[in-house]
């Protein structure tokens, strides 16, 4: 069949992840009834190929018609999307790895993964004509979503913990948003943001708005697309939200129905938390299918693992399972050493994040969970610049 050239979005309805409940695209929609998230649904079959990316642009919107935004006028970006996949050749040779990539979303616009999804999510907003838009974030989110706000033309209001690096903070009032701190973790800050709510604040929390988790897949397109449609055996992602993970999972899933990779060969994922909380690794390790909230979460290096309960937590351990993945914990204390080794052997400076994700390769690999001639992707989600003033 002749390949399309339209670049038309081909989102068809929101779907309730746990009921299959459909609901109205057409207006504006948080989560559904029985409190999980909506996920989008789009007319996907083999009837486009991968040839029609040729030639586009190098950013995230490149999947236009894997997106949610109806029309073009709407889509805010700062150019989010298509990061580098690095070869880690010392690492790999010094560990014996077959194949060892990092993808670093450190280069997107305000130095995280996070643009992805806040980029989508504002675009959505502009679409509904929504003015004000409000975040509990661990940092990183904030910063994403200030930015998108101001090219919007939209208020943003963040509500941030008081432990959180002070650049942080700074850098989201350089965006024009009023930042509120918290005390405690990002779920204080959602439970103080829900009190002080106005009625036309739309809420863009992590998995209770349905378009992060889309901004996010692009990282699963990417990595298949620069992977020239061959998945790698494993995929290492740092989890307290979850959507990066569930996003690449979802990614999978449709270019499955596109037919752009083959069926039944996708990674094996894995959730790497820091162990001063770690709800999913615990849940991992009890065989449940859901997270029981964390209780008394210690402070971290990784601010953005410190998540005692995620709302996507039953489609995060969904994921572990489908994939036959696993969850790891790591230490602040081999994060640091993760950041040093990494720095000095690659050139390369990982977040706290992405220097967990590092170390629970290192464990994976020495307990030959990883395997001598399997290929993993590693995943470094923000830059370590924003986070001196913790190490
Ligand atoms: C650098 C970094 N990595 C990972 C995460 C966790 O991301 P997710 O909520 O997608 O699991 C965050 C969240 O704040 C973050 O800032």
């Known amino acids: 069949m002749e390949t399309l050239p339209a670049l038309k979005s081909l989102y068809s309805h929101l779907h309730c992840s746990k009921s299959g409940q459909v609901y109205d695209k057409n207006e504006v929609q948080t989560y559904s009834l029985l409190h999980k998230p909506l996920v989008a649904q789009y007319q996907l079959g083999d009837f486009l190929k991968p040839s029609i990316l040729e030639g586009r642009e190098n950013t995230m ?24 996949l690095l070869p880690l050749n010392q690492l790999k040779t010094k560990f014996g790895f077959e194949q060892l990539w990092l993808k670093d979303e450190a280069l997107n616009p305000t130095g995280s993964f996070k643009a992805r999804g806040l980029s989508m999510a504002i675009s959505k907003a502009k679409e509904f004509g929504i003015k004000t838009c409000v975040i509990p974030t661990a940092g990183n989110a904030g910063g994403a979503m200030s930015a998108y706000c101001a090219k919007a033309g939209m208020k943003a209001v963040v509500y941030m913990p008081e432990q959180t690096p002070a650049l942080f903070k700074k850098e989201c009032e350089f965006f024009g948003a009023k930042v509120i701190e918290v005390k405690g973790t990002i779920a204080d800050c959602a439970q103080l943001m829900q009190k002080e709510k106005q009625t036309d604040w739309f809420d863009v929390s992590t998995m209770k708005e349905p378009f992060r988790l889309e901004g996010k897949k692009t990282m699963g397109y990417e990595i298949a697309e620069q992977m020239s449609w061959e998945l790698p055996d494993v995929i290492i992602y740092p989890t307290g939200g979850g959507t990066g993970l569930i996003g690449i999972w979802k990614a999978f899933q449709e270019l499955e129905q596109l037919g752009w990779i083959p069926k039944g060969f996708r990674p094996r994922m894995v959730a790497v938390q820091s162990d001063a909380c770690d709800p999913v690794v615990q849940a991992y390790q009890k065989r449940i299918d859901y997270t029981p909230s964390f209780k008394d979460p210690r402070p971290t290096i990784a601010n953005g693992l410190r998540v005692p309960k995620a709302f996507g937590d039953e489609m995060i351990m969904s994921v572990l399972e489908q994939s036959r993945g696993r969850a790891v914990s790591i230490s602040d204390k081999q994060i640091q050493a993760g950041i040093e080794e990494i720095a000095q052997i690659e050139g390369l400076l990982l977040s706290p994040e992405g220097a967990a994700v590092w170390m629970a390769c290192r464990e994976l690999k020495e307990s030959n969970w990883i395997g001598e001639n399997e290929s993993v992707v590693l995943l470094n989600t923000g830059s370590m610049y924003k986070y001196m003033e913790n190490v």
């Open 61 to 84: 919107w490149r999947y236009r018609e894997f997106l949610p935004i109806e029309k073009d006028e709407n889509i805010v970006s700062l150019g989010e999307g298509m990061t580098p």
